[in-house]
């Protein structure tokens, strides 16, 4: 609907005004009464043809009414320039078809790139004055005191809000739900400038430990579980997380609500107990935080308080915080840091995508010449009888805008389908990706960018076509100068075509080869046929670390007894996810005291079996067994990447370290094992240390892996590893079945989303490059078959034909390819951000286009030109 | 003056009843139509705004209970005398072709 009522803006005010609302409402009884999926999409296409056909007629009567203005007998010959604008292009209904279709797939695929750049980078935030949001010192984790502290630290900053994902059970509403939550400072909805839709939102007492047992529920949440009662709101509900089992509903936020980080459904309040020091405060989990900039204030005067603050607290923590971040601390607009990464490629498309839409152009140009052309006669005729120069322009122009109107209303109406697949197509962490579609701004850059490409490729054209000397053409003198003057213009056309595609094709070429190298790289692991599931029993379940010992013990043994399963084990975090667990580590070998930083190395706890499972190798020692039980010396796993680190050139084996403090026994590391891409693909692996949770009996949610034997389907085999899981309990909800490879491969969607995209646009810009090759190369063999005739006559080769009629869309091409490789060059760094261990000036993919762009242009002109080869010289020789 | 447009006079005809608006307007004409016309909205209300150009109708007051995103319609003097005239002229119509034996011996 949203679709609809931007379509609407096209209509002039005096049907949206006082018809807008109707045309809504009818939309949508019709929808309703609607029997399928089928009927509703022939109702919105038939919809959507309506408005734009009004829009069409409207809009086509202002612009003419505007041009002819003030004319006398105006109207009646822009009636008449339209009458033989519609009948000329009717009578060539192929060229007609390519002109309309090449500016719609320009225009299209153009409007389609921009709404997405639209949404991620240029629509404000949907929160109350978002340009003062910001987003304060992402690199660093803070613990609650920190954001506390930082508010009165920092007075450019009007609050100061924590954000921290949190999970929480949802049970005794139907099934029992693992819920994604989030932690968030007492102050967040306030800092936002938005309030729940139904009930109230935290106060800052529930910003202490004991008043903390509320929560706020997302709009989608409450009408899943709670059947959108509005009752739930003062009701205590079963959503337990580690510090409460149960809270009081306060309030639910409204179905428009964009959440900051995200798509939690539950918001809790981050507690803490009044004036807990920092460096008292456990809470190191507090990963993103959100401002509101005082009135008047700017980034620069925040970003420098936050970095006194920074520096503050570094002195005080500098075991906890590294000195090198304090000089990165800032502050950056809200809007940026959620484009993240993926805003600069935006850019880079939407400038790819423009390239596209000016080949477009340019092959719509050289239609039209071609067209202009064949029409002089007919022109001379005109001018003969006394038609002005101008009024012949006129009457083309109306022509080209004619077709460039209906270009424009068919690239919408593509660009509607081609926003929902690239929604359907964008990882689901692509930024604001719900926010993507067609709106006002959207179809103001359609408009104009359909009003410029009409101009550019008809005014050229138009001209030309215009400048005709009656006596001549009539004469039948006139073909052969004027043609060599087009043929001249056609050739730099497309040499300009040539240039542009480079720099496009070049662009996606590096995005593919980035997405290659990404995905080629060793993840360290072998995810195929290894299924992943994780039972995250309800908080309260099993009272501590040694009854999740057991209940996950019972679920291996289960799970291993599953028919098809060869191995099975568990681990806390999966490879390829982007969470992190570390301890300060004391590390033999390495100094310890004051001014050294302790390191704080990552980790994951597992159960025996687990390197096996996964497929990971053993690169020295031995792996964890069932024998590091709880009485057994502390035994620690070490990756390749630690080992190098902290002991290079040394054995790892049997060296000791210890985690939290230098008290207690040490850990001694039995094995090393090898580098895992534990952060995503295209992150080069940290140093990593692995316990087992016999050692380290914690009550923590472990993810259950396990290996199919040969061949086996892994997800085929989903029913009976839930039902071994639910054997050993029936009340654990088990969340994310999947097999472990698609985990690992999903690290890479965003840049194999870029790619395909921007992979898409070098397709198609090679695609209208090689027609314009095409179209150029053919239009000169047919105006110099007579000449390739005599040649042939008088006995010139077919292969010297053959050279000749290639040579000069030849000449053009690689011209073009030459300006175009200088121009890749030279813009290929603004792709920098998003590119894989692969240099923006990447020689690889420069030549590889090079010659992709020659055979794809050598083949586009070789097939005409064997037509120039092949001609006949007696016919040709008959017809002259 | 020539004939005019049939939906402009279907429009006419739906504000011989009184005042109306957009959405109410389509939904009498589709009842009155059956399957034998496809209403497009955007291109119907280009007729409803030329007949609003051309004075045959006129904005008026809505009723109090109404929906304040709506606009009401109603027929003009001179809306109702082009109606009348239309009427006639299809009538007389309809009589030559019924003396031509078009409409069977009914």
Redesign the interface.
Known sequence: MRGYRALLLLLPRTIRGPFGHDMEELLRGRLERAPGRWSRGRIWIRACTDVLAAALVERWKRLTGWIYKGRRGGMDRWTQDLGQAVRTLARTPMLTAMVVGTLALGIGTATATFSVVSAVLLKPLPYDEPERLVAVWPEQNFNTAMVRDLQEAAPALETVSGISGWALTLTGEGEPLQIEGAKVSPGHFRTLGVRPALGRDFTLEEGVPGADAVAILSHELWVRAFGADPDVVGRTVELASNDHPRRTVIGVMSPDFRPVRGDPDVWIPLALAAGTPVEDDETWHVNDRVARLAPGATLEQATEQVRAFARGIQARMDQTIQASRVETAAVTPLRTQKAGAVGPVMWVALGAVSLVLLIACANVANLLLARGEARQGDLAVRAALGAGRARVTRMLLVETGLAGLAGGMAGILLSFGLVRLVVRLAPPAFPRLDEIGVDGLVLGYALAATALASLGAGLVPALRASRVDATATLGGAGRSTSGRRRSRLTTSLVGAEIALAVVVVVGSGLMLRSLHRMTSEDPGLDGAGVLVLQPSPPEGRYPDGEAFHQYYAQVLERVRAVPGVETASAIHLLPGTTNNWSFPTFIEGQEVGPGRVIPSINFRVVWPGYFETVGMSLLGGRTLTETDGADALPAVVVNQAFADRFWPGQDAVGKELRVLSTEGDPHQVVGVVNDVRQQGLGIEPRPEMYFTHAQMTWNMSFWVVARMRGGDEPLARTADVREAVWAVDADVPITGVEELSSVVDRSAATTRFLATVLGAFGALALLLASIGVFGVTAYGVGRRSAEFGVRIALGASRVEVLGSALRGSLAAVVAGLVVGLAVASLSSGALSSALYEIEPSDPVTFAGVAALLLVVAAAAALVPGWRASRVDPVTVLNSE | MGPIHPLEFRILMVLTAGPS???EI?RRIEEAEGDRM?L????L??R??DL?DRGWIE?CAAPEDA?P???YVRLTEAGHEVARAEARRLRDLVREAAANQLLGNA
């Open positions: 608006y957009g959405t389509v496809t497009y909205p955007a291109n209300f280009r409803v705004r609003l904005e929906d995103r709506r606009t």
